[in-house]
């Protein structure tokens, strides 16, 4: 399982309207990168393509989400942030400990949204309850991806140890 380092970045462009105005508008995107620097140049490159004219990057924070269950479906063209409380037991008091953990899920509405993180976590052992589920602003994600053929930057590492 991959470790990611999710950042929310804010993108200010002017997007043309469909009556034809221009309006500035602030768009969040995530994307999976090492360090704020990274998560900028990241979001930079990914977003060229796809808007003409100038923007900005007017904000990178960190986003704390453990896991992302995203769809291929045309339909879940929209990001929920869930809130699960994995439920464990105490061995020496007997006590319920609730962890909190939060869970980025792509679907069409809240409905779906359950659904998609119920299937997701059909293979985890522990117990959970979903404490909240609300619609974010994120307009998209950009997971890491390494390029065919790319090598670990230290592969002989483990070896030297």
Known sequence: MAMHNWFECKIRYEKTMENGMTKKVTEPYLVDA???TEAEARIIE???PFLSGEFTVSDIKRANYSELFNSEEE???RWFK??????TLDEKSGAEKKTATQVLVQA?????AVKRLDEGMKGTMADYVIASVAETAIMDVYPYKAEP???PEFP???KTI
Do not use: H
């Open 34 to 36: 090492l360090s704020f």
């Open 108 to 112: 069409s509405d809240l409905r779906d």
């Open 75 to 77: 339909a879940a063209d």
């Open 149 to 151: 053929g790319e090598q």
């Open 46 to 48: 990914e977003m060229t």
């Open 82 to 87: 869930c809130k699960l409380f994995f439920v």
């Open 156 to 158: 002989d590492a483990a």
